[in-house]
């Protein structure tokens, strides 16, 4: 990755240079798969980023190949986001790793690597939304 923890990579400027691969662990199940890529184009189709899907295991495209494939379609930054509730060993050891190895085959890319999922304080919000819901009353995140 270009940057490090005390100097990271500057990602403002041209939002059309910058892609962000969604990552997921991947299933077996291919409608698991599907779910994951639905919501890589709901977020490309809300946030305006050009987004792609990759999974660390058991489907592709791997995160080493989605990286190689935004780099080839002219991205000059990356924005990975692990698709993982809480922090564990694939979000602090495994991604990194892979993130890492695929950003030294593209040293024209800026790589940079989001915070688990979970991490989000509107995650609560969302949960309350879901609760309220199931009991038929009225969503917070609804309103």
Do not use: C
């Not at 660390?56 to 990356?78: F, M, Q, W």
């Amino acid at each position: 990755m270009t940057g490090t923890p005390d100097d990271p990579p500057d990602l403002r400027g041209d939002a059309a240079d910058v892609w962000v691969v969604l990552v997921a662990h991947g299933s077996r199940s291919a409608e698991a798969n599907q779910a994951h890529r639905d919501l890589a184009d709901a977020l490309a189709d809300r946030s305006g980023w050009p987004t792609m899907a990759a999974f660390l295991e058991l489907a592709d495209p791997s995160i080493g190949a989605a990286i190689a494939e935004v780099a080839s379609r002219g991205a000059k930054r990356a924005v990975v986001v692990p698709y993982f509730l809480h922090p564990g060993r694939h979000q602090s050891e495994d991604i990194p790793r892979l993130v890492s190895e695929a950003a030294l085959l593209h040293p024209g890319l800026a790589v940079v690597m989001g915070d688990a999922f979970g991490a989000d304080p509107e995650v609560v919000t969302l949960l309350v939304g879901q609760v309220e819901r199931a009991l038929g009353g009225p969503s917070a995140v609804d309103g």
